[in-house]
């Protein structure tokens, strides 16, 4: 009879130790990958492709996944937020492809994990209204930020239209002082992005030459983080991801609530947040999917990088190819689908 009393207390226990594993299995498969619940920094700006982490903040979803995320304004400095990120006081940040490439090149060890967004019109090339073609840029004077994405863009773009980098004059000018500096009347052209290409039209009655609409992908924006950041907390960053595929979601199903969220953040309209993101192209997890894919064009990431990589060869910014998977971090969009191909099942 004694030992009777002691193995069904015993199997008692055992069963409530099984259900708290099963409990905490399921729990885990519900709620995500497991968080350290550590500080996390993340850069946010007014550009379509990083609205989704302002209105993931909104909604309370970084915290819903055990994030511990701290925004910080890099609106008014975007260049200065980038080596921020590279010096590691930002954990993460949003970076053109060309940009990153040019910091690791330098020696930092910055990691891709989506691809947030390519700009589908947002930069353009605007002359004065005397210049009516590409073409006509030869023997003129281009403000652009040297080194930049903008150049890249600038050079591939004459490039297609028979020049070359030799052909015209370049000056640098910061892409925010674009629309002033062409004001001034001592640029023939400029290249730089909206909203500041609609004011240096306005100021001078300029003629938009190019945008990047005519070729999808030359100028891929992408999340990042540091290889240390995703070796020390995977889950951070498998949540964060897992989060940036919920709110990218929610925009295409809700786009009035969500251009809205963004509208009443920056004293705007949601009318004016809308025209603004048809001039970018927000990628979702399908095409995700497609731009960590290996390919040759633009619609490859590894083939964007490449034709970068092609470009600061030329300028002499680097002196050998850069191996794309060391910096291209197809993991985190592979294990997210996984998961959800799982819980369809």
């Not at 989704?52 to 909104?58: G, P």
């Not at 073409?135 to 591939?156: M, N």
């Not at 009318?271 to 603004?276: K, M, R, S």
């Amino acid at each position: 009879m004694f030992k009777k009393l002691i193995v069904v207390p015993v199997i008692l226990l055992s069963l409530i130790f099984v259900g708290l594993l099963w409990w905490q299995s399921a729990s885990e498969v519900e709620d995500g990958p497991k968080t350290t619940g550590l500080p996390m920094s993340v850069a946010r700006y007014y550009w379509p492709g990083e609205f989704w982490i302002e209105i993931a903040d909104k909604k309370g979803w970084f915290e819903a996944a055990g994030l511990n995320v701290e925004l910080v304004d890099s609106n008014p400095d975007y260049w200065s937020s980038l080596q921020d990120t590279v010096d590691g006081k930002i954990d993460s940040n949003t970076f053109i492809l060309f940009d990153l490439m040019q910091f690791n090149a330098a020696g930092s060890d910055l990691v891709v994990v989506t691809n947030s967004d390519y700009s589908a019109g947002i930069d353009a090339i605007v002359a004065r209204p005397a210049i009516a073609t590409i073409e006509d840029l030869k023997g003129k004077t281009i403000g652009v930020d040297r080194g930049t994405y903008l150049e890249y863009i600038l050079d591939i773009v004459i490039r297609r239209h028979g020049l070359t980098p030799g052909d015209v004059t370049k000056v640098k000018v910061a892409g925010e002082k674009a629309a002033e500096e062409f004001g001034n009347g001592k640029l023939d052209a400029i290249v730089t992005w909206e909203p500041i290409v609609s004011e240096a039209i306005e100021q001078r009655n300029g003629r938009k030459l190019f945008d990047t609409s005519e070729i999808p992908g030359l100028s891929p924006a992408v999340n990042v983080f540091h290889r240390s950041f995703i070796d020390e907390r995977p889950g951070d960053v498998q949540a964060y991801v897992n989060v940036w595929h919920k709110t990218t979601q929610f925009i295409k199903e809700n786009p009035d609530e969500a251009f809205g969220i963004i509208a009443g953040i920056y004293d705007v309209s949601p009318a004016e947040v809308q025209a603004f993101a048809r001039l970018d192209r927000t990628l979702d997890l399908r095409e995700n999917l497609t731009s960590f894919s290996y390919g040759a064009g633009f619609e490859s990431l590894h083939g964007a990088a490449r034709q970068a990589n092609n470009f600061l060869m030329e300028q002499g910014t680097i002196n050998k190819q850069l191996d794309s998977t060391a910096f291209i971090d197809a993991t985190f969009i592979r294990a997210l689908t996984n998961s959800l191909q799982q819980n369809a099942l």
